[in-house]
């Protein structure tokens, strides 16, 4: 059973930082693509960053320079380090890996605010 746990989300003050992790069990994690997802209200869900197997990046123009994301193949958990934030970047954060289907993570939220 593929199972993918998030957190580190919360309310931050614009300029601050967070950090997401999903731990992920049930697929080979080291074989995985995988990616951060975001869906702010009304608003469509959109890729933030996405990582490959083999540790290439892409980034979604609106955090490049400002986040990024790493996996940690021996933890089989992927992160998003999450810099200068401003309320733009408030939303429900997903994780999504990519194995026999996409999996899904439930979502953990992220508030910018003052």
């Known amino acids: 059973q593929v199972q993918l746990v998030e957190s580190g989300g919360g309310l931050v003050q614009p300029g601050g930082s967070l950090r997401l992790s999903c731990a992920v069990s049930g697929i080979t994690f080291s074989l995985s693509n995988m990616g951060w997802y975001r869906q702010a209200p009304g608003k469509q869900r959109e890729l933030v960053a996405f990582i490959t197997s083999s540790g290439g990046t892409n980034y979604a123009q609106s955090v490049k320079d400002r986040f990024t994301i790493s996996r940690d193949n021996v933890k089989n958990t992927m992160y998003l380090q999450m810099n200068s934030l401003n309320p733009e970047d408030t939303a429900v954060y997903y994780c999504?890996?990519?194995?026999?289907?996409?999996?899904w993570g439930q979502g953990t939220q992220v508030t910018v605010s003052s």
């Open positions: 999504k890996v990519d194995w026999s289907r996409p999996y």
